[in-house]
């Protein structure tokens, strides 16, 4: 079977290994004559970056590029990539990367535009409806990653560099015109981003399967999501060139993203304020975190998992997944505390109320309380 694909939804997808070779077409269909790539600073001279600005080069683009791009991009990145873009007066953004060149990239061309501070446009009621919409310039996204799914994504996080909150910055049209998903632009990721990443998406799918909110397509979303990662990411774990097993990893993360518009939960709620203040990786945090969340959350979701199982391929229903995913942890070169991550118990009381305050709380089967928050960051130190 070639795993390739022309996809209409959640957005114009070309799916496929090579297909970064589509860049300017992908261009022209979005109306872009001179685009600006966002990316990185770890990923600006690496080969694929630049072959993508060969390929912008050849077809009259220019190569112009913006990489002032922190791990966890905030404002004053944000405020520089507005700056590079109006003064190479471009009309367009590349976001390129994983989730931080895509999420820095998809606010460039959303604020290049706006008159308000960034945090005006936060995710909070409809905010979202004070940003001028028809200012917002066309995007491209192109991961390099397969974990955040921020490629299918309405919003982009950003990280307050005074506070150390990350704030989600929502806009319906900062969802990408094209993405081009390419698994061969991920073949050089080293295994521990792999890895973090791609349990990312399995988090993604997990919290949103678990959610308690009606959205029966997203359900089967995740359900799918989850059968990939389970079946694929140790493949690429263990042969980064396995191009089936990168594309496989590749629609996982794109579907996380797609499902978790049923909600996310207490794995989320845990890792954003650890992650703010701990400066640790995503993915690897949600993992580390996952098992402690499956232990609060089991009488509420057993069954729906009892019925997972089967077409996951686990036995031993909700019980089976829950050791499941301690293996696959351990498999994949997961720490199995926080406290391996550098966290600390000093910390909790500022972790809880962080993730209290989050708003992946609210998806979250079971009522989240300062009580079984702060339980739960003892279980999983
Ligand atoms: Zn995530």
């Given at each position: 079977m070639s795993l390739t694909g022309n996809w209409s939804y959640p957005t114009t997808m070309k799916f496929g290994a090579g297909r970064i070779k589509e860049l300017p077409?992908?261009?022209a269909q979005a109306g872009i004559k001179r685009p600006l790539l966002v990316t990185d600073k770890g990923l600006a001279n690496l080969p694929v970056t630049q072959a993508t600005l060969d390929i912008m080069e050849a077809a009259d683009l220019g190569r112009?590029?913006?990489?002032?791009?922190?791990?966890?991009?905030?404002?004053?990145?944000?405020?520089?990539?507005?700056?590079?873009?109006?003064?190479?007066?471009?009309?367009?953004?590349?976001?390129?990367?994983?989730?931080?060149?895509?999420?820095?990239?998809?606010?460039?061309?959303?604020?290049?535009?706006q008159t308000r501070p960034v945090w005006d446009y936060e995710d909070v009621g409809d905010w979202w409806t004070r940003a001028n919409s028809d200012a917002i310039a066309p995007i491209i996204a192109v991961p390099t990653t397969a974990g955040t799914g921020s490629e299918v994504g309405r919003a982009s996080v950003i990280t307050n560099s005074v506070t150390h909150v990350k704030k989600i910055i929502f806009h319906p049209k900062v969802l990408p015109a094209v993405v081009i998903c390419d698994p061969e632009l991920t073949v050089g990721m080293p295994k521990f981003i792999t890895a973090g990443t791609g349990l990312d998406a399995f988090a993604h799918c997990v919290e949103a399967?678990?959610?308690?909110?009606?959205?029966?397509?997203?359900?089967?979303?995740?359900?799918?999501?989850?059968?990939?990662v389970i079946n694929y990411l140790p493949r690429a774990y263990s042969d980064g060139t396995d191009i089936e097993a990168r594309a496989q990893m590749m629609s996982a993360a794109a579907m996380g993203a797609t499902a978790f518009q049923k909600g996310l939960g207490a794995i989320h709620a845990m890792s954003h304020p650890i992650g703010a203040v701990f400066n640790t990786h995503h993915g690897t945090t949600n993992a580390v975190c996952m098992p402690a969340v499956l232990d609060l959350n089991a009488d509420v979701i057993a069954e729906r998992f009892d019925r997972a199982t089967g077409y996951l391929g686990i036995s031993g229903g909700f019980d089976g997944f829950r050791s499941f995913v301690q293996e696959f942890n351990d498999s994949l070169g997961i720490p199995r505390h926080l406290s391996d991550l550098g966290v600390t118990a000093e910390a909790i009381p500022d972790l809880v109320a962080g993730a209290i305050t989050d708003p992946s709380c609210g998806?979250?089967?079971?009522?989240?309380?300062?009580?079984?928050l702060t339980a739960?960051?003892?279980?999983?130190l």
């Open positions: 077409a992908a261009c112009a590029i913006f990489s002032e791009v922190d791990p966890n991009p905030n404002e004053i990145n944000l405020a520089a990539g507005v700056a590079a873009y109006k003064a190479g007066d471009h009309d367009g953004v590349i976001a390129f990367g994983g989730g931080s060149g895509l999420d820095l990239g998809k606010m460039v061309a959303f604020m290049a535009g399967f678990s959610s308690p909110h009606y959205h029966p397509m997203s359900q089967g979303i995740a359900l799918e999501g989850m059968r990939l998806g979250n089967p079971v009522t989240l309380t300062e009580e079984n739960l960051f003892h279980a999983a």
